[in-house]
T-cell receptor
Framework: DVKVTQSSRYLVKRTGEKVFLECVQD?????MFWYRQDPGLGLRLIYF???????EKGDIPEGYSVSREKKERFSLILESASTNQTSMYLC????????????????FGPGTRLLVL | SQQGEEDPQALSIQEGENATMNCSYK?????LQWYRQNSGRGLVHLIL?????REKHSGRLRVTLDTSKKSSSLLITASRAADTASYFC???????????FGKGTSLLVTP
């Protein structure tokens, strides 16, 4: 059974703190993604990675960075947390996109609900 | 950037009824996927339909795709209270890796 795990379900941090959100997948997937989900805005892509040490900006990368040192682990870093980063953070993984250009199914973790005070 | 847009935003039906959700998108796609999200949880993949397919079934789910109208529909037949969730359509993006998700349809099935 495929599995994507996230380090915390709930997290409370203070403004200015450095925050690490960890995501691990056990499916040997090449692609990993970080989204944030806010009411009325849906899912928005922050960063994604298609290989170890490779990363690409998504639609809203400002205020975030990522790290992918191992294939199974993709970390999202909030360098200096701000209240507008209070959100639900979702990690996902997928197989490498086929040569035809068709995106594969994404498998999601349970999410981390982050509150920045 | 979001491409898919679900309609309606919210839907309330009774158990046993059918639920239909629609998704419209703007640019050409290779495939379209539907996902489900229970409250406060991650998304779960339901079904994927390729651009050269017109209809696909999976259990009580039926998905159609009309590339000429740039739209898709998800039909859940004989709905159950456990079907209560948000449903999202997702289309492939220019990056070739990520998906573009819509804002979702919130479905409430009452016993």
């Amino acid at each position: 059974d495929v599995k994507v795990t996230q380090s915390s379900r709930y997290l409370v941090k203070r403004t200015g703190e450095k925050v690490f959100l960890e995501c691990v997948q056990d499916m040997d997937h090449e692609n990993m993604f970080w989204y944030r989900q806010d009411p009325g805005l849906g899912l928005r892509l922050i960063y994604f990675s298609y290989d170890v040490k490779m990363k690409e900006k998504g639609d809203i990368p400002e205020g975030y960075s990522v790290s992918r040192e191992k294939k199974e682990r993709f970390s999202l870093i909030l360098e200096s947390a701000s209240t507008n980063q209070t959100s639900m953070y979702l990690c996902a993984s997928s197989l490498l996109t086929s040569g035809s250009g068709w995106q594969e199914t994404q498998y999601f973790g349970p999410g981390t609900r982050l509150l920045v005070l | 950037s979001q491409q898919g847009e679900e309609d309606p935003q919210a839907l309330s039906i009774q158990e046993g009824e059918n639920a239909t959700m629609n998704c419209s998108y703007k640019t050409s796609i290779n495939n379209l996927q539907w996902y489900r999200q229970n409250s406060g949880r991650g998304l779960v993949h339901l079904i994927l339909i390729r651009s050269n397919e017109r209809e696909k079934h999976s259990g009580r789910l039926r998905v159609t795709l009309d590339t000429s109208k740039k739209s898709s529909s998800l039909l859940i037949t004989a709905s159950r209270a456990a079907d209560t969730a948000s449903y999202f359509c997702a289309t492939d993006s220019n990056s070739g890796y990520a998906l573009n998700f819509g804002k979702g349809t919130s479905l409430l099935v009452t016993p």
